[in-house]
């Protein structure tokens, strides 16, 4: 016979009813007994898991650990180029100094390049720092720069906005996301445009 056999037996005996004279007090005892009984029925000695349950230490805490290195891996991750503050490695009137080369340079072999190609409405225009080239119908390209960034910024009908970096190893503005050079980029787009080559090398 069990502990829980024994223990049952013997709140049975406890429980039965000293006198049966009043309905009220049987009645009370009768309660007391079904809820007793119903105790006992579902009275385990072991904790209600199954066999072959083996819970972990501290489970919601290492799930939280493991979501929580998860999660700041991902927002560390870089999903872009790096970015890079140029205006501590280009002081500013070296970058004066360069842009400006580039865009007088380009507005001078723009204008040769439009004696050579027959567009309607091809114009080009400098002014406030500020190159424009009108391609009529075809449209128009506008290149400046931008001091505070030491970049030049160029929006093109093609290619749509670039900004390009001066790579002091590659001697150019580089657009750093696709890695082409200002002049060869409006080289290629100017070309198939137009359909006359040019050289802003």
């Not at 119903?38 to 919601?60: G, K, M, R, V």
């Not at 070296?94 to 050579?116: M, P, Q, V, W």
């Amino acid at each position: 016979m069990t502990a829980t056999h024994a223990l049952r037996r013997t709140l049975l005996r406890a429980l039965k009813p000293l006198s049966s004279s009043s309905s009220s007090s049987c009645s009370s005892v009768q309660t007391i007994r079904s809820c007793s009984l119903f105790s006992l029925c579902n009275y385990s000695p072991n904790p209600p898991f199954p066999p072959n349950y083996f819970p972990s230490p501290n489970p919601n805490f290492s799930r939280s650990s493991i979501f929580c290195r998860r999660l700041s891996s991902l927002i560390g991750e870089s999903h872009g180029p790096a970015a890079i503050d140029y205006s501590s490695t280009l002081q500013e009137d070296e970058f004066n100094r360069l842009a400006n080369s580039t865009i007088h340079d380009l507005l001078e072999k723009l204008e040769e390049y439009g004696d050579s190609v027959e567009i309607d409405g091809f114009d080009v225009d400098y002014g406030n720092e500020v190159l424009t080239l009108k391609l009529g119908s075809l449209g128009t390209y506008v290149i400046n720069k931008q001091t505070p960034n030491r970049q030049i910024w160029m929006s093109s009908p093609v290619s749509g906005p670039s900004r390009f970096d001066w790579d002091q190893n590659a001697e150019a503005w580089i657009y750093r996301r696709t890695k082409e050079a200002l002049n060869k980029l409006l080289e290629t787009e100017l070309s198939n445009l137009c359909g006359g080559c040019i050289s802003l090398s």
